[in-house]
Structures are given as C-alpha cells and as structure tokens.
C-alpha cells in the first residue's frame, strides 16, 4: 500500500516500517490531525491505494492514540476476537459448544418451568453470546511498553485485520536496544508500522525508512 499527501515529495510505502519526522510544529499537528480524521470517516488531504485502487483509511490504517493504554478489549478489538474464536471453534470444538448450549437450554427450560409467570425464549444461543457471558477478552502479557505494542500491533494485524499501525509522538520513548528489537520484530513478521515524530531520535535503524521535512519544508529521506 502507498501512502501520498501533497507536502510529501514522494509517497510513502507501507510494505515496510517507516519513520516520518516533521520538524516543523505546525505541520506537525496538522497532519497527525488530519489523518486522525480521514481514519475516522472524515475528508482530508492523504490518499491510501493499493494497486492504483483507493483504499479506505479507517479500514486498513489502525492509529495507536496512547501506547500507555492501549484499546485491546475496544468494541472493534473484541469483535474481531470472538469472530477469530468462533472459527477455531468452529474447527476443533463444535461439539463440545454443542453440549454447552444444550446445558444452557435445559437450564432455561428449568427456569421456565418453575416460574410464574409465562416466559418465552431464544431457539439458539450463539457462540458470541456465550463469549459474552464469560466476559473473554484479550490479555496482553508482557510488562514493558514495547513489548505490549508489539502483542497489540500482531493482534490488530491478525485480528482486525489493519495493514498499517500508526503512532504518532511514540519512537522516541523507545531506548535504542528496544527500538532495534521491536523494528526486527516487526520486519520479520511483515507488520508495518508508521511513526510520525517531530525530531529524529538518536537512532535510525535498517529496520524503517526515514523522511524528514524540516523547519523549511523542505523534505529529505
């Protein structure tokens, strides 16, 4: 995927880890701002294709807002996990869903018969709605903070399906070690990244491609 917007000389690839550095302030939060919009529906100025075919920013681009908090049971997170789950069990324990919904049923057959008052009730009980029951969520289990990105970003990537993640004012809170790490990591299991950063940090590594427009607006890569 190919990512173009008019301040950039030329557009940026997505195939790949890359780190965009914008200098100057303004530029700065003009554009994290405005692809924060176009991600959610808005119009703006950035163009996302794949093969010469425009493509839909909220649906493949995934923007990490707070690495420090990270969204992984969100609304979208958790929909994408039970579909993920329903198939695995689709494939390995229909049976065994099977026992569990007619335990369900002669439960609420029991209720029904014992209560008061008439009662009607569902035919079928999916295998969402006994996720939702057992309130399952995902769990991200390593402590520090760039070792729960990475988790998040493959779940995101495997998951909710985002070809993309961006971060904006995140890449320097990495030490240089960590950076190294995470980038390797994520070449190698072909999940890309996106940071935009206001200054270079101390390190680049092989791992990400760097563009910078500076003070003047004038871009270098």
Known sequence: MILSHPVFDAPIDLARNNLVVLEHPLLYRTLVAELIAQSEGEAGRFLLTENYEEKSIGKCLSIIHNPFQLCEND??????????????????????????????????????????????????????????????????????????????????????GAQCVVMYNVRNIFTDTEAEVFLKETSEQELSVLFLERSVPPIVTKYEKLYIVDQDLCEIS
């Open 75 to 160: 609304h979208k997170m958790r929909t994408a996990l039970y579909k993920f789950l329903e198939k695995e069990v689709q494939t390995l324990d229909f049976e065994c869903y099977k026992e569990v919904e007619s335990k369900i049923f002669q439960f609420l057959q029991h209720v029904n018969m014992q209560s008061a008052y008439p009662l009607t009730m569902a035919d079928s009980i999916s295998m969402t709605e006994i996720f939702k029951l057992g309130q399952l969520q995902l769990a991200l289990t390593k402590d520090s903070v760039p070792e729960r990105l990475y988790e998040y970003i493959r779940a995101l990537h495997r998951l909710a």
